[in-house]
């Protein structure tokens, strides 16, 4: 199981940073995706992966905003948000993939756990 922490509320312009910690699975062995659902909105694609040998991409829309990353003797990916924007607000959730699966890619649910809700507002 996963889950996502970190989500609040943040001005545009704003920073957050996101972790994504696993119980029951180690987060190593697994290549892992973040993709978000926004208010009203279909969950989106993974936007930002993260490989077991640590290559990091994330979707162009993001990339120059967005950093993703994991700490092995954590357990914990990360994800670095910054320069948000209230395009950003939605439910953010992080997500084991198979081998091969990436940007883009819709996992079923039972990869990804429970989300952290981010709200960009002024």
């Known amino acids: 199981q996963l889950q996502a922490s970190g989500g609040g509320l943040v001005q545009p312009g704003g920073s957050l940073r996101l972790s994504c910690v696993a119980s029951?699975?180690?987060?190593?062995?697994?290549?892992i995706g973040w993709l978000r659902q926004a208010p009203g909105k279909e969950r989106e694609g993974v936007f930002c992966?993260?490989?077991?040998?640590?290559?990091?991409t994330c979707a162009e829309f993001v990339e120059d905003r967005f950093t993703v990353s994991r700490d092995n003797s954590r357990n914990t990916v990360y994800l670095q948000m910054n320069s948000l924007t209230f395009e950003d607000t939605g439910v953010y959730y992080c997500?084991?993939?198979?081998?091969?699966?990436?940007?883009?890619?819709?996992?079923?649910?039972?990869?990804w756990g429970q989300g952290t809700l981010v709200t960009v507002s002024s």
């Open positions: 992966t993260t490989t077991t040998d640590g290559r990091s």
């Open positions: 029951g699975l180690t987060l190593n062995d697994w290549d």
């Open positions: 997500a084991r993939l198979g081998t091969g699966y990436g940007l883009g890619y819709r996992p079923p649910a039972r990869t």
